[in-house]
């Protein structure tokens, strides 16, 4: 996949004369060595263009609560972003992706002009293959009886775990994603949660059917099960039909791209929207 990601990456990067600066975020249980490869990409392309490839939270530290990643992190790109009045562009990969997502709705003045959320679980995540080395013995099932507690709560897998069978528990105990999602009412602001994503010029989703982590993949576009475990499309749910964090505002002026491509080339896809 990592060939004609680049290419689409690039690709989005390259419709200008001056490119702005571009941050990366990992994902999880990685570091900023998985984000090398885009980041060299970018350069040899488009010399001259300024990549930050963000250090925080990496390896076991990615398990962090997601709310402190998201404030701890957001004081760097804050720092970045104060450096650039013309704006600057952002790349998220896997976890990195929401909480990429989450620091723009957070942060009503920021200066983000396009986001490329690169296989991130926007709309949850119910699967559990890539989490039985760090968590032995859990169950698809019964994960739930961990992830919505006090103390599964205390990690990012458990602040995002949409279990589509359990979701009363999940509006109960998910002190994350149904409030970025706008989902229940909250004491953070809706209205700049939105808002903040309708700021953007250009906000791009990439998953496949290959992505052997995120689950289901269309959750990497807002996709996801129904209470009967049939995935649904984004655009038939609530999300974007009640246009609860803007995607339907976005997607009417043109300014949202859903992209599903072949995960055996993920990085290139996603150049062809980075650098303007």
């Not at 989450?102 to 989490?131: E, M």
Request: glycine share 8%.
């Amino acid at each position: 996949m990592k060939c004609s990601i680049l290419i689409i990456i690039l690709n989005y990067l390259s419709h200008a004369l001056t490119y702005k600066p571009v941050i990366l975020l990992h994902g999880i249980l990685t570091g900023y060595e998985s984000m090398e490869l885009i980041k060299s990409r970018i350069e040899e392309k488009h010399p001259g263009t300024v990549v930050y490839n963000i250090e925080q939270f990496e390896g076991w530290s990615s398990l962090e609560n997601m709310w402190y990643q998201v404030s701890e992190i957001g004081k760097e790109i804050k720092n970045i972003t104060d450096k650039y009045s013309h704006g600057v562009n952002f790349i998220g990969y896997s976890q990195g992706a929401l909480l990429a997502r989450t620091l723009l709705q957070a942060n009503p003045d920021h200066n983000i002009h396009r986001f490329i959320s690169l296989s991130g679980p926007q709309a949850g995540q119910y699967g559990t293959q890539f989490l039985h080395f760090y968590f032995p013995g859990l169950a698809l099932k019964t994960a739930f009886e961990l992830f919505y507690s006090r103390v599964g709560q205390h990690t990012s897998v458990g602040n995002y775990w949409n279990d589509p069978y359990h979701k009363e528990l999940y509006f109960n105990y998910s002190q994350y994603l149904p409030y970025v999602n706008n989902e229940i009412k909250s004491n953070r602001s809706q209205h700049d949660f939105k808002n903040s994503l309708t700021k953007l010029d250009l906000l791009v989703l990439i998953g496949g059917p290959d992505d052997n982590v995120i689950t289901p993949w269309q959750s990497s576009l807002f996709g996801y099960f129904d209470e009967n475990g049939t995935v649904i499309n984004f655009m038939n749910r609530n999300i974007y039909k009640d246009d609860t964090i803007g995607l339907k505002t976005l997607n009417k002026k043109g300014k949202l791209k859903v992209l599903t491509v072949s995960w055996s080339q993920p990085f290139y896809v996603a150049y062809k929207y980075v650098c303007l």
